[in-house]
C-alpha cells in the first residue's frame, strides 16, 4: 500500500527510517484496514464455535483474558502509530516552512530586480 507521504523529499523513508519507525509504519498501515477487522472477526467466531465443541473447558475466561490482553496492546500500538504520524507531519511541515521562507526570499529578489529594471 502506498502512503501519500512515501515519496516527499523531506519524510525519511526506506533505509533511512529506525526499525521501530519501520515498524510503527507498518502497523499503522496494518490495524487500520478491513483485512485486519475481517480477520480479528473470523479469529473471533473460530473462537466461539470452538468452545461450543467443548475444545477449550474454560472458553469465556481465557476469550475475556485474550481480549483484555488485545485491548491493551492495541492502545500502545495506536499510540505508537500517533507518533509516528505526528513525526511525518512534523517532517511535512518543517519542508513546507522552508519552501515558503525560499519562495518569500525570491519573491522579494523578483521585486528588487523590477523595480531596478522600471528606473
Known amino acids: ?3 501519500h507521504w512515501e515519496f516527499h523529499p523531506s519524510v525519511r523513508t526506506g533505509n533511512q527510517r529506525t526499525l521501530g519507525e ?3 509504519d507498518h502497523m499503522r498501515m496494518g490495524m487500520g484496514t478491513w483485512t485486519f477487522l475481517l480477520t480479528f472477526l473470523v479469529a ?3 473462537w466461539i464455535i470452538s468452545s461450543g465443541l467443548g ?5 469465556y ?7 483484555s490482553m488485545l485491548a491493551g496492546l492495541q492502545g500502545s500500538v495506536l499510540l505508537i ?5 505526528d513525526k ?16 518569500a526570499e525570491m519573491m522579494e ?3 528588487n530586480i523590477l523595480e531596478e529594471l522600471r528606473k
Do not use: C, G, V, W
Open 61 to 67: 475466561f481465557r476469550l475475556n483474558l485474550a481480549l
Open 1 to 3: 500500500m502506498t502512503k
Open 81 to 85: 502509530a500517533a507518533k509516528r504520524a
Open 88 to 103: 511525518i507531519s512534523a517532517e511535512l511541515q518543517e519542508y513546507h516552512l522552508k519552501i515558503s521562507q525560499e519562495m
Open 109 to 111: 529578489d523578483h521585486r
Open 55 to 59: 475444545i477449550d473447558p474454560q472458553p
Open 44 to 46: 473471533m467466531a473460530f
Open 22 to 24: 519501520r515498524a510503527a
